[in-house]
């Protein structure tokens, strides 16, 4: 097991309507093992978890389901953080992304709102997130890991 070593804030606020949890995904195997998702309803704003910059986003996408063939269809924010370690935020509303490639953003700042585009699964509107290395230059190459959260 391999745990982060930058220290993360929750990147959505926490309040008791929010449940929070790491294995109700059928997505959550294998490199997606450490991934977490944060249950919430539409238009939740998504904070950065950590500083970096921005180097990916989707959201032209108005498709999602239950079904796994929506894989391919959810929106996303994608940033780099210090060690080479990338935080992303999935499942993003339409036009949900605040931030563009090449941003900068701040621990704490909002740089989008949350849907329910792509493979949600049975959990209906939620933020997937989580925090992976790179293996290799392919983009399918990398590992999810144990998230060590800021207190
Ligand atoms: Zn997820």
């Known amino acids: 097991m391999t745990t982060t070593q930058n220290t993360y804030a929750y ?3 926490i309040t008791q309507r929010v449940t929070i949890t790491y294995d109700a995904s ?4 294998g490199k997606l093992e450490y991934a977490v998702d944060f249950i919430v309803p539409e238009n939740t704003p998504i904070l950065a978890a950590l500083d970096g910059g921005v180097v990916d ?3 032209d996408s108005n498709v999602g389901g239950e079904d796994k ?8 924010i994608e940033i780099q953080h210090a060690k080479n370690e990338y935080s992303i935020y999935e ?3 339409q036009q949900g992304s605040l931030v563009k490639i090449g941003d900068k953003v701040k621990t ?3 740089i989008g709102y949350s849907g329910k585009t792509g493979w949600i ?3 209906g509107p939620h933020l997937h997130f989580d925090v992976h290395i790179y293996l290799s230059n392919n983009p ?3 590992q999810t890991l144990k998230i060590h959260w800021k207190e």
């Open 11 to 13: 990147p959505v606020q």
């Open 26 to 29: 059928p997505a959550h195997v």
């Open 57 to 59: 986003v989707k959201q």
């Open 69 to 76: 063939s929506y894989d391919t269809q959810g929106n996303y």
């Open 91 to 93: 499942h993003i509303r």
């Open 108 to 110: 704490g700042q909002i």
């Open 121 to 123: 699964a049975h959990l």
């Open 140 to 142: 399918e190459d990398y």
